[in-house]
């Protein structure tokens, strides 16, 4: 199963390093932190077996 957290607002990158940090298990075939002015998203994806895909951020 995949994960991700997301913050909205006056958020702290730390606290949601910290929450990142507790769904490490869940993946890491795809894992990163994404963040703008307003929000920020960090995710883990967890490929399933033979399950084939380019998850690749362009």
Do not use: C, W
Not at 11 to 39: C, W
């Amino acid at each position: 199963m995949s994960g991700f957290v997301v913050a909205h607002g006056k958020s702290d990158r730390k606290t949601l390093e910290r929450m990142f940090e507790k769904i490490g298990h869940r993946g890491p075939y795809v894992s990163g932190i994404s963040e703008n002015k307003q929000a920020m998203m960090a995710r883990n994806y967890l490929l399933r077996k033979g399950f084939k895909q380019d998850m690749s951020v362009g």
